[in-house]
Nanobody, 126 residues
Framework: QVQLVESGGGSVQAGGSLRLSCAASGRTFGKYAMGWFRQAPGKERLFVSAINWSGSSTYYSDSVKGRFTISRSDVHNTVYLQMNTLKPEDTAVYYC???????????????????WGQGIQVIVSS
């Protein structure tokens, strides 16, 4: 498993932008699919976005499509989530995930060998 540390969260007004970063330990980062989930207060944790091991495929939930962009830097062992046109409903704790299987699949992702970060708060005020 890899260790994941998120950064870049904070408070922003609606319409603003934030960029989340997730730094991963380990020398095999380039083989992992990476992604983000979020959990709003009192709600279940939901998928936000994912990127496969090569960066050739990206995935987004309908609620963020067109506003968020996921990317990765294997040189820096980091995955990013650029969040634009933020809305109050984007307020949540955001979690970084890593899956050594290398590819995202809907339903049951990440797999049993996946790793989670500790989470970082994003607050969007109206």
């Amino acid at each position: 498993q890899v260790q994941l540390v998120e950064s870049g969260g904070g408070s922003v007004q609606a319409g603003g932008s934030l960029r989340l970063s997730c730094a991963a330990s380990g020398r095999t980062f380039g083989k992992y699919a990476m992604g983000w989930f979020r959990q709003a207060p009192g709600k279940e944790r939901l998928f936000v976005s994912a990127i496969n091991w090569s960066g050739s495929s990206t995935y987004y939930s309908d609620s963020v499509k067109g506003r968020f962009t996921i990317s990765r830097s294997d040189v820096h062992n980091t995955v990013y989530l650029q969040m634009n046109t933020l809305k109050p409903e984007d307020t949540a704790v955001y979690y970084c995930v890593a899956d050594p299987a290398g590819e995202y699949r809907s339903g049951g992702w990440p797999g049993p060998f996946g790793s989670w970060g500790q989470g970082i708060q994003v607050i969007v005020s109206s």
